[in-house]
């Protein structure tokens, strides 16, 4: 991934950016990592309570695909 330069040309002269910011420092990635996160909690809350609320017993297979039922829209965001 190359980084982004911002440049002015005017009459002629071209100045750069001082410096290119680094992709690891975009605030994108720690945003879509907070929505992330925050989706997956959802996920394991809202499992928790559907399997609470019907008296639907936990099984490891069972609750992870139905976690993954709620998650697949986050997976769908994220890209």
């Known amino acids: 991934m190359s980084p982004l330069a911002y440049g002015i040309e005017r009459l002629g002269h071209t100045q ?3 410096h290119p910011i680094p992709a ?3 605030s994108t990635f720690l945003f879509a990592a907070v929505y ?4 997956l909690i959802f996920d394991i ?3 928790g309570l ?3 609320c019907s008296g639907t017993q936990f099984l490891p297979l069972r609750t ?3 976690i ?4 697949w829209p986050i ?3 994220v890209r």
Do not use: K, R
């Open 16 to 18: 750069g950016a001082a």
């Open 24 to 26: 690891a420092l975009d």
């Open 36 to 39: 992330l996160v925050a989706g």
């Open 45 to 47: 809350v809202a499992t």
């Open 50 to 52: 559907l399997f609470a």
């Open 64 to 66: 992870s695909c139905v």
């Open 68 to 71: 993954w039922v709620y998650a």
């Open 75 to 77: 997976v769908g965001q």
